[in-house]
């Protein structure tokens, strides 16, 4: 067989993948090697032996590792106790969530046999004298909490066809090629040769079953081979019928065989985990039997020892938790830990039960699309930005669109934005056959310059489109006035701007049209849509009768229990873009929670602010003081000359860091049709090139934990630490 065993360069690793290799099957290893190679060299070089480098919590980064392998031993694991409480989290992630994903992975590509490497933790503060298999297990760490949970997800994957196996070792012993002193019996035996003492923690009353590493890399190779029948879907304990020994006794044993130690009993750091655990059940289904007791290891462990003058055993390369504290930092790519345990998104919408339950009574009412609740949203929105009308529509998008429509833009036409938006802006312009006009951004706000308006405009303009870039409003004053003075209109770009204020008045208020969105991740969700805010009923009633394909009734007007009994007619050629009754509902318990939204947003933003404002490889944008930001977005700029990366590669740095970032945005002038079929030029707007390559947004929404903030500015301050430039 070939046989993928992660964690292959591990304590227990290294030796499963030389046994399997002495039994004759290939070993495909996969490790990350935050411990060296070293363990593994002498096998990497046989020519049945196959290595692959990766952490296991980023599958996807490797395609091919399952490719023509039989069977799966898993035993990549945050481990111990003092490791996994550094950061629990990321002992989830780790020992849960990767195990899952490696099973389901596994089991898509018809690969039978998973062998999992758990450990007798799991059975913590045992609730019986003697603990078998089917004893309950009562786990008092995050260690075994976990190996606990992963157990529990592969047995309910179980299928004909994939046959996952649980191997509860013992506290394993004895050497190993890479080889630990964190140990219980490995450390004493340490200590005792370097130091001649003992500390016992905890007053050592505590039970333990013990078991040699070698003996416990037999015993997953027999559940390996074994036949599917006798193993699939079972638990087994691997360790020594009389190795469960207190850790007290442990040491007095370790003492009298080597002599001359002096043994200290302390009563501080009370450890909860106290198991006496039967391994019956694998010795009468397998016939296993280990072959090497607690005596024969301490004296292995002694002549390694020995030999080995220059070896510390105290160095962080033998103990876990010590190399942990020391990976976190380093750089993920030359091996550290990321700063967050797990991926902190950059966005993400905000959902709750009101939400459920409102999408299920719209969902049951029978009215999907048209229907109650898009009026009652539509008002309840009105509300919010203080503006007289408002027309729901299927996205930010169309919203755009049926503006442009309403106000007459044809073909040939110009309609005026700015380079630093979402593709939507410039392509809706275009694919009505207007010409697309960019004017240069402001570098502060990332906002159209209206110094730099007034001089692009010709006969052919017929509106100007500002975005409210982040969330900070333009300067509306100088736009408008400028608008008014050429007789042009102005349609804001809010798809960031609801909850923005512009001298205290609401974006949505101030202007004739003004478009929002309401995609997954924005200031608020209808899973897809936007809103129209329109200063007259005539204008709502326009782009309303676009929005239905240019019917002068809906469906709710024509299917309702109070239906004209007569046909709609077209009395405009529209389009398909009206919002939805269900996404509707969902909107209107998202305004309820608006308020919490934004505040929290607020304070997120503030927090960021207030941490990051002294980094001297970053500039922060500017917030101008007569406007209230809808903190849509959180954006950093880069300041390249004091830094050895470009952003591209900052942000896949954060990302390795478990960050998630986004580009907000890539100036549309730098991208391929724009630049080729229009004819655009870097250098055509300098201040949006300039900002295309330095900023990028960092996670902000409204379920951002203070802790997640943290990881992020210690994740951006590690990488930004790390690509310093040398000062002369």
């Not at 007791?293 to 002549?303: A, H, K, L, N, Y």
């Not at 630093?420 to 275009?430: C, F, H, R, V």
């Not at 676009?546 to 009734?553: C, I, P």
Request: net charge neutral; proline share 5%; hydrophobic share 40%.
């Amino acid at each position: 067989m070939t046989i993928l065993v992660t964690g292959g360069a591990g304590y227990l690793g290294s030796c499963v993948a030389s046994l399997l290799l002495e039994r004759g099957h290939r070993v495909r290893i996969f490790d990350r090697f935050c411990y060296g190679r070293a363990p593994i060299a002498a096998l990497a070089a046989q020519p049945g032996c196959d290595v692959v480098e990766g952490d296991v919590r980023r599958l996807q980064e490797h395609p091919g590792l399952l490719d023509d392998i039989d069977a799966v031993v898993h035993l990549a694991s945050l481990s111990n106790d003092p490791s996994c409480d550094l950061n629990p989290e990321m002992a989830w992630d780790v020992n849960v969530e990767s195990t899952v994903e490696l099973a389901r992975l596994t089991s898509e590509r018809a690969i039978p046999r998973f062998v999992f490497g758990s450990s007798c933790t799991v059975y913590g503060k045992g609730v019986f004298q003697f603990l078998d298999e089917e004893s309950p297990a009562n786990p008092v760490s995050t260690f075994g909490q976990s190996k606990l949970a992963a157990e529990a997800a592969l047995l309910r994957m179980r299928t004909d066809r994939f046959a996952p196996v649980i191997a509860r070792a013992a506290t394993m012993f004895g050497w190993s090629e890479r080889m630990r002193f964190d140990l219980a019996i490995n450390q004493m035996v340490a200590t005792s040769l370097r130091q001649g003492s003992i500390l016992v923690r905890g007053g050592g009353n505590q039970w333990r079953p013990f078991v040699h590493v070698r003996d416990a890399a037999t015993a997953l190779i027999l559940l390996l081979e074994a036949p599917a029948e006798r193993v699939s879907g079972q638990i087994f304990n691997v360790g020594h019928p009389d190795s469960n020994t207190r850790i007290l006794d442990l040491a007095q044993q370790v003492a009298a065989r080597l002599g001359g130690v002096n043994i200290e009993v302390a009563k501080d750091d009370d450890d909860l985990r106290n198991f006496h655990v039967q391994f019956k059940k694998i010795e009468q289904q397998l016939g296993f039997s280990c072959k090497n007791s607690i005596d024969e290891g301490i004296d292995e462990v002694r002549r390694e020892l020995e030999a080995r003058p220059p070896l510390d055993p105290f160095a962080d390369a033998h103990f876990n938790v010590a190399r942990m504290k020391r990976l976190l930092a380093m750089p993920v790519d030359e091996g550290g830990e990321p700063v967050a345990a797990r991926f902190i998104p950059l966005g993400k919408p905000n959902l709750g039960s009101e939400e459920e339950k409102a999408v299920v009574e719209a969902l049951r009412s029978g009215w999907l699309t048209s229907g109650p609740q898009v009026q009652a949203f539509e008002d309840a929105f009105c509300r919010v930005v203080d503006a007289p009308f408002g027309v729901g529509v299927s996205s930010c998008t169309a919203a755009l669109h049926l503006c442009l429509v309403a106000l007459g833009v044809k073909p040939g036409d110009e309609v005026i934005t700015s380079p630093i938006t979402w593709a939507s802006t410039g392509n809706t312009i275009l694919n009505m056959g207007a010409k697309v006009v960019f004017v240069d951004v402001e570098p502060g706000t990332l906002n159209l310059n209206p110094d730099l308006l007034e001089a692009v405009i010709t006969p052919r303009t017929r509106v100007i489109m500002p975005v409210h870039m982040a969330g900070h409003p333009c300067e509306l004053d100088a736009i408008y006035r400028i608008a008014r003075k050429h007789g042009i209109a102005v349609v804001e770009d809010a798809a960031h701007g609801l909850g923005a204020k512009y001298k205290g008045i609401p974006i949505g208020k101030f202007g004739e049209y003004t478009c929002f969105s309401f995609y997954a991740i924005k200031n608020i969700t209808t899973m897809e849509g936007g809103m129209i805010s329109a200063k007259t009923k005539e204008a709502a009633e326009q782009l309303r009768l676009l929005a239905t394909n240019g019917m002068a009734a809906s469906a709710w007007d024509r299917y309702g229990r109070s239906a004209v009994p007569a046909p709609a007619e077209v009395v405009a050629p529209g389009f398909k873009y009206a919002l939805g009754n269900v996404g509707a509902a969902m909107g209107l318990e998202q305004l309820k929670k608006f308020t919490a939204f934004k505040s929290a947003r607020e304070r997120v933003a503030n927090m960021y602010r207030s941490v990051l404002s002294e980094v001297e490889e970053i500039e922060l944008l500017a917030v101008k003081p007569e406007v209230e930001h809808a903190w849509h977005l959180f954006i950093v700029r880069f300041r390249p000359e004091k830094l050895t990366r470009s952003r591209n590669e900052l942000a896949y740095d954060l990302r390795r860091e478990n960050i998630g970032t986004g580009f907000h945005f890539y100036g549309l002038h730098l991208h391929k049709y724009y630049r080729e079929a229009l004819g655009m030029r870097p250098e055509h707007f300098p201040e949006a090139t300039r900002a295309s390559n330095e900023i990028l947004s960092l996670p902000l929404h409204p379920g951002i934990t203070d802790k997640n903030v943290h990881e992020v500015v210690t994740a951006l301050k590690k990488v930004l630490h790390n690509s310093r430039k040398q000062r002369s």
